[in-house]
């Protein structure tokens, strides 16, 4: 999943793009393959499949999900945002542990994680009423009292801080203390874990998960992966950026 390797490179406070991970100017090119980053992530991911101690599951996120529930892995890395549904499917088969996002090495990966998954967004039309409609459901899905219960129903960690002090909030960690470990984890990242901004980042991802799998595939060694992918998304940035 190419959003790991996105979170790698957080965690050890290295860009994936230049100009400042696309937060002064729009990538031009990928910085992974440069700061040592990339290389670093696919020798650890790939030692870890070709020793056995992690299966490969692709990028097939069911099939992990499945054999995790079942106790056939002990680890799995996932968004919190599936962590009520998981809690639902383990069903107190076993107690579930939850833990900061795992890094490739400790004396490197000292950063923190930036964040991802669903947002809203509000198109612009000419129909004043849809507008004022849209903008009043975005108000009621960020306050408090719906974001504590977001949080409760999903895993998603709320927007405000204030959720922290609604009743729902405080039951649901008092019962699944698992629910806190994400929200400490963003306070605990610093900025330079903050990610980074692309316009065409499905499509990279894409292109990180296809050459990753090859390797692991053994078709190609760590260095082709890098460079594959490099010069792929490399590529794409140049297309969308003269369009």
């Not at 040592?36 to 099939?63: C, F, Q, T, W």
């Not at 499945?66 to 002990?74: I, P, Q």
């Not at 890094?103 to 507008?131: C, E, F, H, P, Y």
Request: hydrophobic share 35%.
């Amino acid at each position: 999943y190419g959003w790991f390797l996105d979170e790698s490179l957080n965690k050890m406070k290295k860009p994936s793009f230049d100009n400042g991970n696309g937060r002064t100017g729009a990538p031009t090119k990928v910085a992974f393959d440069s700061n040592g980053g990339g290389a670093a992530y696919l020798k650890a991911y790939h030692r870890l499949v070709e020793s056995g101690a992690m299966p490969k599951y692709a990028i097939d996120a069911d099939n992990a999900r499945s054999a995790f529930v079942n106790g056939k892995v002990t680890m799995y890395v996932e968004s919190t945002a599936v962590l009520a549904s998981l809690l639902k499917a383990i069903n107190g088969k076993f107690e579930l542990g939850t833990a900061y996002f795992p890094g490739v090495d400790d004396k490197v990966s000292t950063g923190g994680v930036s964040i991802g998954g669903a947002s809203l967004w509000m198109m612009k039309n000419d129909d004043a009423r849809k507008q004022a409609a849209k903008w009043e459901f975005i108000k009621f899905m960020v306050s408090p009292k719906e974001q504590a219960f977001w949080n409760t129903k999903t895993g998603y960690f709320p927007i405000t801080t204030e959720a922290y002090n609604e009743p729902v909030f405080k039951e649901n960690v008092k019962k699944y203390p698992q629910f806190q470990t994400a929200i400490n984890q963003l306070h605990d990242s610093s900025p330079e874990s903050a990610g980074a901004l692309c316009a065409i980042y499905t499509q990279v991802r894409k292109i990180e998960e296809t050459e990753m799998q090859k390797m692991l595939n053994n078709q190609q060694t760590e260095d082709q992966a890098l460079k594959n992918m490099t010069d792929q998304i490399n590529s794409a940035l140049e297309d969308y950026n003269a369009s």
